[in-house]
Nanobody, 122 residues
Framework: QLQASGGGLVQAGGSLRLSCAAS????????MGWFRQAPGKEREFVAH????????LYADSVKGRFTVSRNNAMKLVYLQMNSLKPEDTAVYFC?????????????????WGQGTLVTVSS
C-alpha cells in the first residue's frame, strides 16, 4: 500500500527527492513518516508530516537539510534531501499512521513501504 522510490547514489553535498505513493488507504486521514535504517543500525526517525494542517517534525540530524511534504490529491508524500552527507546513507522507509501519540516512534505507524536505498559517497 506504500511504495517508496527515488533513492540512488549521490555525492556528498548533493540532493535527492524521495517519493512515497499510497494506495488502498484514506491517505488524507493518515499522518506520514520517513524513517531510515543504516547497515548494522536500528531504524531511526527522519521526518513526519501530519494529516490535516501539514505540520512537520524532523530529527535533529536532518533539520535544515531535509523537507517533508505531501500531496493529498495525488496520495504522495515527498522527502527532499539536500546537502547530503555520507552518514545519510541508509534504506529509507515511508510509513503511515492514524493516531500518533509519538510520531517519532516506529511502533506508532500502521503501514510501511518497502524502502529505497540512498547511498551518499564522500
Amino acid at each position: 500500500q506504500l511504495q517508496a522510490s527515488g533513492g540512488g547514489l549521490v555525492q556528498a553535498g548533493g540532493s535527492l527527492r524521495l517519493s512515497c505513493a499510497a494506495s488502498g488507504l484514506a491517505f488524507s486521514s493518515y499522518a506520514m513518516g520517513w524513517f531510515r535504517q543504516a547497515p548494522g543500525k536500528e531504524r531511526e526517525f527522519v521526518a513526519h508530516i501530519d494529516w490535516n494542517i501539514g505540520s512537520t517534525l524532523y530529527a535533529d540530524s536532518v533539520k535544515g537539510r531535509f523537507t517533508v511534504s505531501r500531496n493529498n490529491a495525488m496520495k504522495l508524500v515527498y522527502l527532499q534531501m539536500n546537502s547530503l552527507k555520507p552518514e545519510d546513507t541508509a534504506v529509507y522507509f515511508c510509513a503511515a499512521g492514524r493516531t500518533l501519540l509519538a510520531p517519532t516512534a516506529s511502533r506508532e505507524y500502521d503501514y510501511w513501504g518497502q524502502g529505497t536505498l540512498v547511498t551518499v559517497s564522500s
